[in-house]
């Protein structure tokens, strides 16, 4: 498999962000609902910690509002920032527009950068990013808690560097993966993916909440 080591670290020249139907790069989220996230491990760059976070208008606090409409179990689950993709062809305007966006959501990528159309180079049309963090993974390019941050911190942040994405924090988007299994201990987790949500909402495959 041809494979660009950089594709994961740097965000090169925007000729177009592309933001998922129903995740796209608004910063004012359209739900105004309160949510509990109870019984997750929360991963704070470093390890998985044992937290419970709210949603508020769409942001993480840990500061109990006044009203919660809806308390969400995470069953123990492992909680990451989505994925970001910062440099792919495969969007060609509306061109198997759905399909893309269902293969992105299944593997959690959420932020998409798109550089030109052409798909000559070191990139695999109609590749994912999956593929690629795996590949990064099976060689041992980097280890899994370097490789991980790259994929859900430093990528989506170099994309949008004025959102606060890419961190599960006070103040940060309440987007987030929730993994079956620890992947600081087994990488292959992060195909593994229960359950999605876009500023505290739950999406499923389709893009819809």
Not at 12 to 25: E, Q, S, Y
Not at 109 to 121: A, D, E, H, K, M
Not at 169 to 193: M, T, Y
Request: aromatic fraction near 12%; charged fraction near 20%; hydrophobic fraction near 40%.
């Amino acid at each position: 498999m041809r494979s660009n080591p950089l594709r994961l670290l740097f965000a090169l020249t925007v000729v177009l962000i592309f933001g998922l139907p129903a995740l796209n790069a608004q910063t004012e989220p359209a739900n105004q609902k309160s949510y509990s996230f109870i019984n997750g491990q929360w991963f704070n760059g470093k390890k998985f910690e044992r937290r419970a976070f709210y949603s508020v208008n769409g942001v993480l606090t840990q500061r109990k509002p006044k009203r919660v409409d809806e308390i969400v179990d995470l069953e123990n689950g492992f909680v990451i920032p989505p994925f970001a993709d910062a440099h792919t062809h495969n969007l060609d305007g509306n061109f198997n527009l759905d399909k893309l966006v269902n293969a992105y959501l299944g593997e959690g990528t959420f932020y998409v950068q798109v550089l030109g159309n052409s798909s000559t180079g070191l990139d695999n049309f109609g590749q994912t990013l999956l593929p690629e963090i795996l590949y990064f993974h099976d060689n041992k390019i980097f280890d899994n808690r370097t490789l991980l941050k790259i994929a859900v911190e430093t990528t989506p942040q170099a994309i949008f560097p004025n959102r606060r994405i890419g961190r599960l924090r006070e103040g940060c988007e309440a987007s987030f993966l929730v993994l079956r299994g620890d992947p600081l201990a087994d990488f292959n987790q992060i195909k593994k993916i229960e359950r999605r949500f876009k500023q505290g909402v739950f999406i499923s495959l389709d893009g819809k909440p």
